[in-house]
């Protein structure tokens, strides 16, 4: 069946999707988002419940509206994202299509076809894919994993440590996502925490935005302002202070391989464990677009401006530093959707001169 055509469809109501649909709205552009979930809120609907920003609200906004300040101490939790986001999407009433899961986007002749679960089918001059990395994540391959008894989950699906009170837990990941889940889980369970080297924790008065502003800076290639200082360093946020001032904020590198009640080490040595929770990161969520045989093994796509170079129709939004610096980040989002709608308004304006 033939769907309804828009100039541009993008796919995935988060935080870059939200972006994006505010400046192609300024562009005077025909448009709708397409969204998996069933309510706004994006990843953030999925992460753990004690999860908070590592940066003040004003630095968390997305264009033309500022987050409201915390009403708690600190910096925004999970929920007052959530509740910020499905607040700015009815303040400007963006037409949000949801649930409404793309299965497929395909070539069908000067457009592209978007193959829907629903059966429906949609064709847009133009598709945004900004689904983000939480629907991939990403496990590393680790020897004998099917032999390991205990439980496997990935950070993408913690969501308290109460199921493992009273346990031995291995966390896998140097990045904040294993530090702070570390921190609470390790108030309730024996923990102990892998990572491939030391991890580097930031200045107790670093937070998030001396990030954000370096990571900026390493894509522009301004070193000088790009130091050292990665968006994987660890802020240390009051839990992930207080973890260190028990004494459990130590790391040990990775283990050999999985026996069937724990791990080996390299050393020869075993450890019995209940549970291994993964706090090893995410790929691209672009399983949508393999049709268009433009996503490598990785997931990304290779892009120019967020552009897909083999499939110029394709515009890429929110994935990391690939689709524009910072661009996972909230105050990243609304950056590079402002440099993207002007790219996909002119490329419609030249392909109309051109048919």
Not at 107 to 116: I, K, P
Not at 141 to 158: T, V
Not at 270 to 292: K, M, N, S, Y
Request: net charge negative; hydrophobic share 40%.
């Amino acid at each position: 069946m033939r769907g309804v055509d828009h100039d541009v469809v993008v796919i995935g109501g988060g935080q870059a999707g939200l972006a994006v649909a505010y400046y192609l709205r300024r562009a005077g552009l025909d448009f709708v988002v397409l969204d998996a979930e069933e309510r706004p809120g994006g990843a953030w609907r999925h992460t753990w419940d004690s999860l908070r920003l590592f940066s003040p609200a004003g630095y968390s906004s997305l264009p033309g509206w500022p987050m409201p300040p915390s009403q708690t101490k600190g910096f925004p939790t999970r929920d007052e994202v959530i509740d910020y986001l499905t607040r700015y999407e009815r303040r400007y009433e963006f037409p949000i299509e949801r649930p409404c899961e793309v299965e497929a986007v395909e070539r069908d002749g000067q457009r592209l076809r978007l193959r829907l679960k629903d059966q429906r089918g949609l064709t847009a001059r133009a598709v945004v894919s900004a689904t983000g990395t939480w629907g991939a994540p990403y496990f590393p391959d680790y020897a004998d994993r099917e032999l390991f008894g205990g439980i496997h989950l990935h950070s993408a699906h913690y969501r308290n440590p109460q199921p493992f009170a009273g346990k031995r837990v291995l966390i896998v990941g140097g990045g904040n996502s294993g530090a702070q889940i570390l921190a609470e889980v390790s108030e309730v369970a024996e923990t102990i925490w892998v990572t491939l080297k030391e991890p580097v924790f930031l200045p107790d008065d670093v937070d998030g935005r001396v990030l954000f502003e370096r990571a900026s800076a390493r894509v522009r290639g301004d070193f000088d302002q790009a130091a050292t200082t990665t968006l994987g360093d660890i802020v240390m946020v009051p839990p992930v202070k207080e973890a260190r001032d028990r004494g459990v904020l130590t790391s040990v590198r990775p283990f050999e391989r999985f026996t069937a009640t724990g791990v080996a080490w390299r050393d020869g040595t075993e450890t019995q464990i209940d549970a291994v929770l993964w706090c090893t990161g995410f790929r691209p969520a672009t399983e949508h677009l393999l049709p268009l045989g433009v996503v490598e093994a990785d997931g990304r796509i290779e892009v120019v401006d967020q552009r897909a170079v083999k499939e110029p129709r394709l515009w890429l939004a929110g994935y990391g530093n690939w689709t524009g610096a910072a661009s996972a980040t909230l105050i990243g989002a609304g950056r590079t959707a402002r440099e993207l709608a002007p790219r996909i308004r002119d490329s419609l304006a030249d392909a109309s001169l051109a048919s």
